[in-house]
């Protein structure tokens, strides 16, 4: 059996055990669905009503059981505050999040492995010591001040960007993609500097093996030992960084999906907590816990591709 | 009453959008109304507080939900700004009897789908509201309702089993009238189909919903937009933000501390600001030790409404103790006149045996960062007379749960629907009332509220009024304290919005010059 096949199986007995994790934390948390659907409206036989129509008055495994019968059969039920299908519900807002954590991911690495690489090439330097600052910075900022900083200032006061809403991809490539430029940026910035100061490191541990020097003893210039010889070596926790990255923001990007109003999976499931909409915080946490699985055995395989000595392993 | 506020969550039906507005109506800066001749065409994006989740008027469950789909439907009797009733589709009615009602309708009513609106929508409308098989949340509104019968086409009667004081009021805030096969066509919580000015055209969730103008709406040369966008920013700044860049040329609510700079601004303008939503604290009079209506007055005593509202609020909320103090239904009663008096508080404190000193808890939501505010400068008032007060901010589920189990000694709230005060009082004081979270029973409040609601003379019930809204302050289960202003902030060359008694969102005059 392949080496992914065997991860692939091994994600069945994760994602039961994570749906458990969930079913159970939910039913932990305080707060009767019913009384908080109705707010104001709860009166004691609206509450009653309500929880027989969600089936919440039925015994704890049996609400387990009745869910888990559903998800395998691909139906993740209906939502309790709109009655909606939840895999519907899911797949409305996934491409946000999907599309959001590219451009972020992708503007991270395209900003963060260079910076690191300068910093690390050159350590001490000038170029270093500014990577260092700026990735100092870049770690600084929390995402939400960051993200009202670019909205005030790139859109409010340049105007070259919208403060908020999205733009689907199908419906206007160019404003989708001005849509989610800020959102990216905000969530980029952090992301590009943890990943400068990883490639750094990394840069750093690899720079004076003895195979650099051989190959700067053989006359090769600079650009090519880092990008051929020292980047390659140094790939390996700046890719599982970047996957466990991406891993992360696909579970949605609550804080940016707030401040830019994003239809975005992170704004769902706050929402699905926040009005203890069991099953939906049930089924978005468990597709993300897959989708995050998949990402994950995703960089694995990319480490063979990086590094043979990993591949013949 | 409801979940709102500054950056708030959801909001339930009676529940209008935040505002704030240090001015009152006489000194709003630059009043929305235009002279200018209305200019058709254009696209509106308006920013509202939260999302919609339910365009079925039958649930009417979140405000959210009914200032989007209010302008798809209309209602028989609308409310103006002034707060008198106006003709919507039912273009004239009269009280034939005490029990009596017969209503006028418009003959060039369409529905969206093509049909047009006879009697037989009427009837439809309150048999499918009326039936408990249904379970519409609004049904509780109209339970003197006993039937309604179709005289003619265009015509309707009402019946009812006791005079209905607050009738008309109840048709302007809770009825869109539907039709029985647009509602089997399409699900009706989703795809809204009514005769308004407006028809649904895409509902985007968590992003927005667009609605285009309706060609055949029963009035001649309404509405002036071609399309209307709602959106939804969690953030109030996020929401300014966008106003300032033009993503959106009207938004519900700004920041309360940033009014004043922006009533200089020149590319906004605010609507009048008209004072919609009382705010108060409901006194947990079901058990000790505020079941002690003594204890509950000298509460009504200690505290500093001036002081709450220049602290918390800014002066976007006005003093007040009761639920309407502008309009029709203003008093200007207040039990409590010259307040806060430490001195009789501390009386009443010891006259119930508690001069030593009382612990007290103060729940209230933690999305409504407002209302812990108050609790914070409440604790500090409280403390001048011996009350120790524990502000429990609490997350929405447990609030709720703390309402209905009633395991709270004073809770912060706000409430609205002041076009007639019985949806204020009502709802929040009867025993009978699932509402009634503060715990008040007495006969005599039910008597009172049965008196006001149960009157159809206008003139009668105008005239018990002030002795209900005084009695029930001289109770203390509800201490009222501030009132908010509803205000809308808009582009400049946005006109036709007002805020109304009925907390709609009207866009049927707006239009864009």
């Known amino acids: ?313 | 009453m409801s979940e709102r506020g500054t950056g708030l969550t959801r909001r339930q039906w009676l529940v209008g959008a935040t505002a704030g507005s240090v001015m009152s109506l006489s000194s709003a800066r630059r009043p929305a109304h235009a002279q200018a001749q209305p200019k058709r065409g254009g696209i509106l994006r308006v920013a509202t507080v939260d999302k919609p989740v339910n365009m079925d008027p039958g649930y009417a469950q979140l405000y959210s939900s009914l200032q989007v789909y209010q302008n798809v439907f209309n209602k028989m009797v609308y409310v103006d700004e002034a707060g008198s009733f106006v003709p919507g589709l039912a273009k004239a009615w009269k009280q034939e009897t005490d029990k009596t009602w017969l209503f006028d309708l418009v003959d060039n009513a369409v529905f969206h789908n093509g049909e047009p609106m006879t009697s037989a929508d009427v009837v439809f409308t309150f048999n499918r509201l009326m039936d408990s098989k249904n379970k519409l949340p609004m049904r509780v509104f109209f339970s003197p309702v006993q039937g309604v019968e179709a005289v003619g086409k265009y015509q309707v009667r009402f019946h009812m089993d006791r005079p209905f004081g607050p009738f008309l009021a109840m048709l302007s805030q809770a009825t869109e009238i539907v039709n029985e096969k647009a509602l089997k066509e399409k699900d009706p919580k989703l795809f809204p189909i009514g005769t308004g000015p407006y028809r649904f055209a895409e509902w985007m969730k968590d992003d927005h919903v667009t609605l285009e103008r309706w060609d055949k709406y029963f009035r001649p040369g309404k509405p002036y937009l071609d399309k209307l966008v709602f959106y939804a920013p969690a953030d109030d700044t996020v929401r300014l933000t966008g106003l300032q860049t033009g993503r959106y040329h009207w938004i519900q609510t700004v920041p309360p501390q940033r009014i004043p700079e922006l009533e200089r601004a020149r590319d906004m303008k605010a609507s009048a600001g008209k004072p919609y939503f009382p705010f108060y604290l409901m006194l947990n009079s079901s058990r000790a030790p505020l079941a002690d209506k003594r204890l509950r007055q000298a509460i009504a005593w200690a505290i500093d409404r001036t002081e709450i509202v220049k602290l918390v609020y800014y002066g976007s909320h006005t003093v007040t103790a009761e639920p309407a103090p502008e309009g029709p239904w203003a008093t200007g009663v207040n039990a409590h006149k010259g307040g806060p008096d430490l001195a009789k508080a501390k009386q009443l404190l010891a006259d119930a045996g508690m001069s030593h000193g009382l612990n007290l808890t103060y729940m209230v939501k933690s999305q409504v960062p407002v209302l812990v505010k108050t609790g914070e400068i409440l604790r500090e008032q409280l403390k001048r007379v011996g009350i120790a007060l524990e502000v429990q901010p609490l997350e929405s589920g447990q609030y709720f749960e703390g309402l209905v189990g009633k395991k709270f000694d004073i809770a912060g709230a706000w409430w609205s629907v002041t076009v007639d005060p019985d949806m204020f009082y009502y709802p929040m004081q009867h025993s009978s009332s699932g509402w009634n979270f503060s715990g008040f029973k007495s006969e005599e409040a039910d008597k009172r509220l049965d008196a006001f609601r149960f009157t159809t003379s206008q003139a009668a019930r105008k005239k018990m009024y002030p002795e209900l809204v005084r009695w029930f302050q001289e109770e203390g289960s509800l201490v009222i304290f501030s009132n908010e202003i509803q205000r809308y902030w808009m582009k400049p060359n946005v006109n036709g919005s007002v805020p109304l008694p009925s907390l709609e969102l009207r866009f049927e005059d707006t239009w864009i010059g």
């Open chain 1, 1 to 313: 059996m392949t080496y992914a096949a065997r991860r692939l199986l091994l994600a069945v007995p994760l994602l039961f055990g994570m749906s458990l994790l969930i079913f159970g934390l939910m039913r932990l948390v305080p707060g009767d669905p019913a009384v908080v659907v109705l707010g104001f409206k709860a009166t004691p036989e609206g509450v009653k009503a309500l929880r027989e129509a969600f089936h919440l008055d039925e015994p704890v495994v049996a609400q387990y059981l009745r869910w888990l019968a559903g998800v395998v059969r691909g139906d993740f039920g209906l939502d309790f505050r709109q009655n909606e299908p939840i895999g519907r519900m899911i797949l409305d807002r996934l491409p946000v999040t999907i599309e959001l954590t590219l451009l972020a991911s992708l503007t991270a690495a395209v900003v963060g492995v260079p910076l690191g690489l300068l910093g690390g090439g050159r350590r001490g330097g000038a170029a270093d010591r500014a990577a260092l600052a700026v990735g100092l910075v870049g770690v600084s900022i929390p995402d939400f001040w960051l993200g009202i900083m670019l909205i005030l200032s790139l859109s409010l006061w340049a105007g070259l960007f919208p403060s908020a809403g999205f733009v689907p991809l199908g419906e206007a490539p160019l404003e989708n993609l001005l849509s989610l430029a800020l959102p990216a940026l905000t969530l980029a910035v952090s992301r590009a500097a943890v990943l400068g100061r990883l490639t750094r490191a990394a840069v750093l541990d690899v720079v004076h093996r003895p195979f650099v020097q051989y190959a700067r003893a053989k006359g090769l210039g600079e650009g090519a030992i880092l990008f051929r010889h020292v980047l390659p070596n140094a790939a390996i926790p700046v890719v599982t960084v970047l996957g466990l990255q991406i891993g992360y923001m696909l579970g949605g990007a609550i804080v940016v999906e707030m401040i830019f109003t994003l239809p975005g999976v992170g704004r769902m499931t706050l929402d699905a907590v926040l009005e203890r909409n069991y099953p939906v915080v049930q089924s978005t946490v468990l597709v993300i816990g897959a989708m995050f699985m998949f990402v994950n055995l995703i960089t694995d395989l990319l480490y063979g591709a990086i590094d043979p000595r990993v591949r013949r392993q």
